[in-house]
């Protein structure tokens, strides 16, 4: 019989309040979620109800009860959420303002909006189509997963991009859900594999070859050709792509039916999880923010349409001055939730506006001269310069958008891992890769530059860069290997 024993054990876990979890939760929503949510609020709650336009605001109502709970300070320096002391926003002499919610940065954007360069948003607007992130949402709400594994399954699918890769490291996804949730990285990772045999398998991988293998070790173990599969993507997917099945022959002993079945079976899975959700040539995106030049200075502000319009209906806090009872306890819960909801709004807004002020003036640059002078940046960098945690720029930055008179960009698009220089200092991978695409622009044709001469060429700009790093840029980039470039070229010489 198995010995039994009590054990005591000392945690730690941080205890989030029902106001800061709606604060986090409205910071990483984007946009259409977020107009959707209100929505949700504004059919559930009788003391909330939209500005028209055009409508008059109107004086502020008496303060009903002196005792109910003060909504958070919107200037407090936790971007994370609320602070459960509060504080008072101050309305009229009796204590209570009628909130009614304005976006900060609404007023300067209608005196620049005639910039040069912005033409409006008439053929600009939402999408709002099932997509792979709303597939991969669903199957995780009806997996059993614990709520800690439902926390860092999202946020594994919020780090993919439009072909379902997986672009956040481990200690990113950590980083994203610290300090609400401390979690170490074998929990990630554990999380990680389920979420890769969610459909589509093989999402969240890191890169086709990997994605392949998920698909491999998904199939039933009595497939024909599954192990040499397995062996020919994780150790030869060169010669594969190259249809070699000499080398492919020598290096593997295997005979030219059982490479054919092999090579059938990885021929018949989907290198891109993604791509029956690929529907960017349908998408279109509304900025969150606006960045505009004025006095040599770059400034951001808010877009008009991220205030909501929400004030206090008169004819319900009237109601709750006259009424008793269950009826006043009802009134009085859904005033907190108006409260709290008006002041998480304002706290959402400010802080996308200063993690986005802050990323404009680190990227300086590139809004003047291009990618080639993006500068390396990462999440800790605008959490310490704007005083927040890494996760709540992590949420800010989480699928919002950033109109510049060189594009539309997502704000994730401005953090760019470092590559060393040969003094010491440091360059973004970004503006590695538009050096990487000019090389390649300008190749001749007759002889493509290898992965091992483009490593060279950028030596020689002073940019030490291996060759495989150079591989994984130009893959990147969409651009094949050398000897597929051959080839594209020789068929364009052909046709010419």
């Known amino acids: 019989m198995a010995d039994v024993s009590l054990q005591l054990r000392l945690t730690q876990k941080l ?3 029902p106001q800061l979890q709606q604060a986090i939760r409205l910071l990483q929503l984007n946009r259409i979620e977020l107009r959707e949510y209100i929505q949700e609020v504004l059919d559930s709650n009788p003391i909330l109800e939209r500005i028209e336009p055009g409508a008059e605001r109107g004086a502020d109502p008496a303060e009903p009860d002196p005792g109910q709970p003060d909504a958070p300070q919107a200037g407090d320096r936790s971007a994370e959420g ?7 926003r101050g309305g009229g002499d009796d204590g209570l303002a009628e909130w009614e919610y304005e976006a900060p940065g609404a007023e300067q954007w209608l005196e620049t909006a005639s910039h040069e360069g912005y033409s409006g948003e008439s053929q600009i607007a939402d999408a709002s189509e099932n997509s792979l992130l709303d597939h991969l949402l669903w199957q995780i709400n009806l997996s059993h997963f614990s709520p800690t594994d439902t926390a860092i399954a999202q946020a594994i699918v919020y780090g993919l991009d439009e072909d379902g890769f997986l672009q956040e490291s481990i200690a990113e996804i950590r980083a994203s859900l610290a300090p609400e949730l401390l979690v170490e990285e074998d929990e990630v990772l554990a999380v990680l594999h389920r979420v890769q045999r969610l459909e589509p398998v093989g999402v969240a991988t890191r890169d086709p070859g990997e ?6 070790r998904a199939l039933p173990g009595d497939t024909d050709g599954r192990d040499l599969a397995l062996r020919l993507a994780r150790d030869y997917l060169d010669l594969v792509a190259r249809h070699d099945l000499g080398e492919m022959a020598r290096r593997t002993g295997a005979g030219e039916d059982a490479l054919l079945a092999a090579l059938d079976l990885i021929r018949s899975l989907e290198p891109r999880p993604g791509a029956r959700y690929d529907n960017r040539r349908d998408e279109y995106l509304v900025p969150d923010v606006y960045v505009t030049r004025s006095q040599d200075l770059w400034r951001v502000t808010l877009n008009p349409e991220n205030d909501p319009g929400l004030r206090l209906n008169r004819y319900y806090i009237d109601l709750l001055r006259k009424s008793g009872g269950k009826d006043a306890e009802y009134l009085q819960g859904r005033l907190q939730e108006a409260r709290w909801l008006m002041s998480s709004l304002e706290l959402r807004n400010q802080t996308l506006l200063r993690v986005s002020q802050c990323i404009v003036d680190f990227q300086e640059d590139f809004l003047e001269q291009g990618e080639l002078a993006m500068k390396p940046l990462v999440l800790k960098e605008v959490a310490e310069a704007i005083g927040v945690h890494e ?3 992590s949420r800010a930055t989480t699928r919002k958008y950033m109109l510049t008179p060189r594009g ?6 401005f953090f760019s891992s470092h590559v060393h220089t040969e003094r010491g200092g440091s360059i973004s991978a970004t503006a590695v890769k538009a050096r990487l695409q000019m090389l390649l622009d300008r190749e001749p044709a007759d002889s493509p530059l290898s992965d091992q001469e483009l490593a060279e060429l950028l030596r020689q700009a002073g940019i030490v860069a291996a060759r495989r790093t150079v591989a994984k840029y130009r893959e990147s980039l969409g651009i094949g290997s050398s000897s597929e470039r051959r080839r594209l070229y020789r068929r364009a010489g052909a046709r010419g």
């Open 15 to 17: 205890a989030l309040s």
């Open 82 to 88: 609320p602070d459960d002391s509060g504080g008072d």
């Open 211 to 216: 994605c392949i293998r998920v698909q491999l």
């Open 391 to 393: 996760s709540t720029v």
């Open 408 to 413: 539309l960009f997502e704000l994730k698009y």
